[in-house]
């Protein structure tokens, strides 16, 4: 499985902005696509996962409100719409596999290379 996160970038706090993530390499039919993002000096946190099938969401306390995460399944493809940012939210964003059902904010089995997302002040 390969995915390719895109559509980082610069926006200003209270701004928009929506990341993509491409996968490839495997066909769809459970498990979860989710969101993390890891800040500079800082620990990767969970941000964000939908149920391939049902299309579940989950969210962190953090975002809750502000982003919503969809999925397109005839392109394997998951998005993150991210709204009223803030400064804090500024990281790299990184899209993930879990082919298992369970924790929809863990153990994750793909990884992509991440995108920056800068929200300045």
């Known amino acids: 499985v390969q995915l390719q996160a895109s559509g980082g970038g610069l926006v200003q706090a209270g701004g928009s902005l929506r990341v993509s993530c491409a996968a490839s390499?495997?066909?769809?039919?459970?498990?979860?696509m989710g969101w993390f993002r890891q800040a500079p000096g800082k620990e990767r946190e969970f941000v964000a996962s939908?149920?391939?099938?049902?299309?579940?969401?989950y969210y962190a306390d953090s975002v809750k409100g502000r982003f919503t995460i969809s999925r397109d399944n005839a392109k394997n493809s998951v998005y993150l719409q991210m709204n009223s940012l803030k400064p804090e939210d500024t990281a790299v964003y990184l899209c993930?596999?879990?082919?298992?059902?369970?924790?929809?904010?863990?153990?994750?089995?793909?990884w992509g290379q991440g995108t920056l997302v800068t929200v300045s002040s």
């Open positions: 390499g495997s066909t769809f039919s459970s498990g979860y």
């Open positions: 939908i149920y391939w099938s049902g299309g579940s969401t």
């Open positions: 993930a596999r879990k082919v298992m059902y369970g924790r929809p904010s863990t153990a994750y089995d793909y």
